[in-house]
């Protein structure tokens, strides 16, 4: 998962697991920015309260010399700054908004209900009966914590066709369960079932997603989040009327983090500085309505607009959104990301199907392990950091 320039390498004295803790993810974010010497381009302890258009004339009828309003607040002191900007790349993220379901008798349930974004270790759960709500990677996740401390696990899911590797878990675990998706939550504590079976639990954890919001962002209605569809954006990334002054990255879910973002933000780089051109107005609102309704044909929730790949069982499906990352690079006349990088995402991923329990510590493809390690992307680092390979 490391950006192409600054690969993700073992070091002495740290996480060494393929599989890492977030604070040795913390840590490699942070030798990048020191490796690039960002640090002096961050502005840390600031909050953006407001990004709007600067229009000179009155009327925004095109990008032609557009400019934008920043106005940022100092947490220390509480200064506010204000600032002109030639363009603005919203980088903001997604993963800070809950997303909640709409339940009947949510609102009068009396026990604890919570979401994943604030779950943090399962021991407060020791001997609960507990409903987690969703079976994507947090609810997998989650799960398998919590299923050691609580009493019972009860997993609420839309659809009961599974992976093989959560089957086997279920089979594993005595006190943990999969039900359909919850139909009423009474006042007494009872949580009833669309198929009729009803349990008592002490808490309900959702693990249902999240919202994109952009409370800081004012486009005059030209961008706007609708049932969790961020548009109209071009590739998830450029909305036609304002391209390529104001562009998004991060928007797409169910990808391989670093390296799809890398490949947006290389394409809007060459988009601004004016060596790649983007197509017309009339092609970007073309391909996104030929988008919208290939999905719309696939039946396709509009609030998984952005799902670029998923849960997907057949090895030869796209699971962490190679292609787009692919295609972005080919955009600015770069090649497509490693073979290896590829194999061993998938491979993963697949692991993770069939073994959910083990696929972090037990794998069989030290081979292309091997393979990536002696590539260039690895091999130009040798000797200078501090590493143990």
Sequence with gaps: MGFT??????KKGRDMRRFPSHTELLDYLKDFCEWFGLREMIRFNTRVEYVGMLDYDGVCSNNNGLKWIVRSIDKKSEKVV???FDAVVVASGHYSHPRLPSLKGMDTWNRKQMHSHIYRSPEPFRNEIVVVVGNSYSGQDISLELVKVAKEVHMSSKSLNITEG???FISKHENFHLHTQIDTLHEDGKVTFVDGSSISADTILYCTGYSYVFPFLDTQGKVVVD???VGPLYEHTFPPSLAPSLSFIGIPRKILGFPFFESQAIWIAQALSGKKVLPSWEDMMKSIEEFYHLRDVAGIPKHCTHDIAGHRTHENDD???FEYCDKCLKRVGLPPL?????ELCTSAVMNSFINLET????WDDNEKIQEALQSPHFTQFIGLQDSSL
């Design 338 to 342: 490693e073979e290896w990088r590829k």
């Design 319 to 321: 699971i962490s959104g």
């Design 5 to 10: 320039d600054f690969p993700f390498m073992v």
């Design 359 to 362: 696929y972090k510590d037990c």
């Design 82 to 84: 204000q600032e002109v």
């Design 166 to 168: 959560l089957s086997k």
């Design 227 to 229: 049932d969790g569809r």
